[in-house]
């Protein structure tokens, strides 16, 4: 089965709530494999670099991790930001995708007015 004929095939309202847990995983879905793939590395890219600041103090021996990286109250705007906002243009470019291949409607008047 093709890309899309597979797209096609499915339902395409579980894509979205899919992409709003996991970056590219509504993409995946849907049979987009790379651009899936794509959003995930970006996505756990922007985790990775920009909440390390956030969860560094997390491995500080002397707390339990899960207590620390629990508080609240240290994590800054800029570290949920990029991530949030990976997440937000993954869900717009799937629903643009569904727009580019949404199929035809049928033309059913042939030319006749009713």
Not at 89 to 101: E, T
């Amino acid at each position: 089965m093709t890309e899309t004929a597979l797209e096609l095939s499915r339902p395409r309202w579980p894509a979205y709530l899919l992409s709003a847990f996991v970056a590219g995983l509504g993409h995946c879905y849907l049979g987009q494999w790379k651009r899936g793939a794509s959003w995930f590395g970006l996505y756990v890219l922007a985790l990775a670099f920009l909440s390390a600041r956030t969860l560094s103090g997390a491995f500080d021996l002397s707390e339990p991790f899960v207590i620390t990286a629990l508080q609240f109250e240290s994590v800054s705007y800029t570290d949920v930001a990029v991530p949030l906002a990976v997440l937000v243009v993954c869900l717009l470019d799937l629903y643009l995708l569904g727009l580019a291949n949404r199929p035809e409607p049928p033309d059913d008047t042939n030319g006749v007015p009713k």
